[in-house]
């Protein structure tokens, strides 16, 4: 049996395949996961470069990039246009969760090893990880959702509900002044751009590197573009969950197709450009914060 | 201009009655002087273009009117200039005190152009028509070597491309505002002498002479009246306008670059709305606008916002937001478009939402940090690790 972490530093999703047999690959999301996740971070970074120049007007990159836009009112027309694509993804992705959970029970959306909600499991991850940073303790197994990855979701998740809300609120002021108080319509814009830049600043440096920069995936995790990643990856990454599949004889229904070399490239040169986008943006606004 | 006038009808009268007289007599300097070649010993042109006299405002008048000096043929060389003031008593008071007295620097012909082809300033071949005052005037105040020998500003430039230079040199408005038309003709005085019209205190009623409506309005409004109080800090119309480079005012740039004008008094309420969204798009410029000071408090007539008169009067305010924001409410107006964050005081509610989201952008960046950074130490930690000791397996 060839050491996982081997195959892993070896090649990822892409590598050849360094044991004897063919190359095996696994599903972890489906098609309509990775549409998702592309319409988020591409509406995502299309919020983060006409937000960014709003929050911080008064930098010479903002009015620099206004005026080769055609001035805020090309900004804040972007900004409005990807706000409404994230939001239709936001309720796609609510009335998907609605379906499975409570329209077609299906078990598992709201509790157990395979829900994004958080468990008493993920608490002891954390300190269990924690304690292995600094060499306490062994490495703690994880299962489909590690907890760094399910506090993502729930950032993205709650972030979504207060910059939308907030920021639908400046949208329709005069609407949503029929219900809020005058001093929340101050409050919004505090809350509206706190809560992007917290957003933009930990998707731009803690979840790239998190999930893309570091040693174990470097440069890249190939699996939210192709969907499937190797068998050696997958035992390596969530050793809980691949157990459980072999425990449970489950193993070859998440087999799936091998991915094709053109969508690998083509994937990386996208993934590529909004790592870039987000990493020069990352940089923008720490100059224009602490400047 | 009166005793020009006086004196070209006494005249016209008498070319009746003696004109072969007088075409014999200037017929009989320009017998030499016709010459355009002419010179006088330091090698002067003394050459006179006699059709072109003639059809100048001075045409009617003989060669020895103006210089005196000379009453026999053959005559000395002429050493005394010619003095204008003998006609233009009035012009030669105005030019007394005034900043281009001196004769020597300011010569007559230094704005009225050649002696011997001086037009009426009604008149398009004139040097001070109006719409070649600013070119004559430019002549100077143009120029780099005049704004560092007087440290005066080279205007010209900024007065051509200004709202007042387009009309005259792209339209060929008479009524546009010239030099002469703010300054004066030969009586300017510098801005600072009180009795100037371009002292800061005069200056309302210097535009008012065109602007007259706006004036009244300003009048009105806090600045006029503090200006007529003798609060010199209160600004004229100079002061957000510009003096020379005077921009349409509902051009974009002449509306991004006022914001701080108002801010370089009014510090704190230009701070506080920097920090609104009105600001922030503002600042970014563009085809759609964002409401500026004025838009809110007024531009010429600004009044307190305790006159029911005012457009921040409490009672006005659904009415003044309601411009841009169509279905602005009494709620809606309970917004503060100067809102401070920072101030617990005055805005409590805003202090603590900001802090609280500041506590949590900061403290959710700081673990997670750490985290990261101890987890890719470790991790690299580990892939060493791994890869000395497969080393040491294929040795």
Known sequence: MPDPEQTVAAGGANGAGNGAGPQRFFTRFTAAQRYMHGVLFSSFLGLAATGLPMRFSQSFWARKFASAVGGFGAIIFFHKLCALVLTVAFLIHLKDIFTRGIVNREKGIFWGPNSMVANWKDVKDLVGHMRWFVGLGKRPTFGRYAYWEKFDYWAVFWGMIIIGFSGYAMWFAPFFARFLPGWALNAVLVVHSEEGLLAILFIFSIHFVNTHLRPDTFPMDMVVFTGVESEAEFKHKRPEEYDKLVKEGKLESRVGPAPATWWINFARVIGFTAILIGLTLLVLTLSAYFS | ?395
């Open chain 2, 1 to 395: 201009m009166k005793c020009v006038s006086t004196i070209a009808l006494a005249l016209g009268a008498l070319l009746f009655a003696a004109a072969p007289l007088r075409a014999q007599g200037n017929s009989d300097c320009l017998a030499c002087h016709g010459d355009a070649g002419m010179q006088d010993a330091s090698g002067h042109s003394v050459s006179v273009d006699g059709h072109k006299f003639d059809a100048s405002i001075h045409g009617p008048l003989q060669c020895k009117d103006c210089h005196t000096a000379i009453k026999e043929y053959p005559h000395p060389e002429q050493k005394a200039p010619v003095k204008c003031e003998t006609c233009h008593a009035d012009e030669a008071a105005g030019l007394v005190g005034s900043v281009h007295a001196d004769g020597k620097d300011h010569p007559c012909t230094s704005c009225h152009g050649d002696a011997h082809s001086i037009f009426p300033k009604s008149d398009p071949k004139s040097a001070v028509y109006p719409l070649n005052v600013p070119r004559t005037c430019g002549q100077c105040h143009g120029t780099e070597g005049m704004a560092k020998k007087h440290g005066l500003a080279s205007v010209y430039p900024l007065y051509i491309d200004s709202i007042h230079g387009f009309a005259l040199s792209k339209e060929g408005l008479l009524v546009a505002a010239n030099c002469q038309t703010c300054h004066g003709s030969h009586h300017i005085l510098s801005h600072t002498d009180p009795k100037s019209a371009t002292y800061k205190v005069n200056i309302p009623a210097t535009c008012g002479k065109c602007h007259a409506g706006i004036a009244t309005d300003y009048e009105q409004g806090v600045h006029g009246k503090a200006i007529a109080a003798g609060h010199l800090d209160a600004p004229v119309c100079s002061d957000c306008h510009n003096a020379h480079a005077i921009l349409q005012p509902t051009e974009a740039v002449f509306r991004s670059q006022s914001t701080p004008i108002c801010g370089n008094c009014h510090k704190e309420k230009f701070s506080t709305y920097r920090d609104t969204f009105h600001s922030q798009l503002g600042s970014l410029g563009g085809y759609v606008e964002t409401a500026r000071c004025w838009d809110c408090h007024g531009a010429h007539e600004i009044l307190p916002a305790s006159d029911p008169r005012s457009p921040i009067n409490k009672a006005n305010l659904v009415k003044t937001c309601g411009r841009c924001h169509t279905g602005a409410n009494e709620s809606f107006v309970q917004y503060q478009p100067h809102a401070n964050a920072h101030n617990r005081k005055l805005n409590p509610a805003l202090y603590y939402i900001g802090l609280f989201m500041n506590l949590l952008l900061v403290s959710v960046l700081t673990f997670f940090v750490i985290h990261t950074i101890l987890w890719l130490i470790r991790q690299r930690l580990e892939q060493v690790k791994r890869k000395s000791t497969e080393g040491g397996k294929h040795a």
